[in-house]
């Protein structure tokens, strides 16, 4: 069984920064790629940036230039490094693991909560 545990939300200020971490436990085969979605009330679960098992990125418009994704494959653990944030970042964020077998596992999500 695949474990996802997420840490690092909170209540920041507009304008600063903050770290979410993943670290993917249990019986990982053939993994692929990592990612963070996030979910606001009312809106749909989006994408906010993923990356390959060999370090390929890839952004939401909106958080380009501010967010950086990056991952330890030693200690399967993907990071999410999130700079000059805005209150329209504020949602419930979600660590997301695949495998090449197409299997697709979530975290239990973490509040970030920006105030203008």
């Known amino acids: 069984q695949v474990q996802l545990v997420e840490s690092g939300g909170g209540l920041v200020q507009a304008g600063g920064s903050l770290r979410l971490s993943c670290a993917v436990s249990?019986?990982?085969?053939?993994?692929?790629?990592m990612g963070w979605y996030r979910q606001a009330p009312g809106q749909q679960r989006e994408l906010v940036a993923d990356?390959?098992?060999?370090?390929?990125?890839n952004y939401a418009d909106s958080v380009k230039g501010r967010f950086t994704i990056s991952r330890d494959n030693a200690k399967n653990t993907v990071y999410l490094q999130m700079n000059s944030l805005k209150p329209e970042d504020t949602a419930v964020y979600y660590c997301?693991?695949?495998?090449?077998?197409?299997?697709?596992?979530w975290g239990q999500g973490t509040q970030v909560t920006v105030s203008s």
């Open positions: 249990g019986r990982i085969v053939s993994p692929n790629a």
């Open positions: 997301n693991f695949n495998t090449v077998l197409r299997n697709n596992y």
């Open positions: 990356i390959t098992n060999g370090g390929s990125t």
